[in-house]
């Protein structure tokens, strides 16, 4: 968490700040997050993690947010006799980490650095 106070496009611990800096700019562009963090694949996560860290380090967190298995008593198989079905998380943000926020911002702002590249648009994130 503590790194993405050096981001300068994000807002997390300060909201208003990246807003800030875009006063006087001829052009800004904005991407709305709210439907982002349901769906941002947790392969996409670890692939950009595993650029920035060791393969070890982003296959723990694959295994950690990805294959760590919840069971939910009340949901019920046809198929299944036992008393609970288990679940993980394969996208959006696993509920209870307090990590995985900050991954997900570290990818999905990679990964707008890296479609604005594409389109000539100059966005930088440190």
Avoid at 61 to 76: C, E, R, S
Avoid at 86 to 108: H, N
């Amino acid at each position: 968490m503590e790194a993405l106070g050096d981001l300068k496009i994000d807002g997390t611990f300060n909201q208003s700040a990246p807003l800030d800096r875009q006063v006087g700019a001829k052009k800004i562009y904005s991407i709305d997050l709210k439907a982002a963090t349901d769906r941002w694949p947790l392969l996409i996560q670890l692939d950009l993690l595993e650029s920035f860290f060791r393969h070890e380090f982003a296959g723990e967190v694959g295994n950690l947010l990805g294959f760590t298995m919840f069971g939910v008593p009340l949901a019920k198989s046809l198929e299944r006799t036992n008393d609970s079905l288990g679940f993980s998380f394969q996208v959006g943000q696993s509920l209870g980490y307090y990590s995985s926020w900050a991954f997900f911002i570290i990818s999905f702002s990679s990964f707008c650095c890296m479609g604005s590249s594409r389109t000539r648009v100059s966005w930088s994130i440190f």
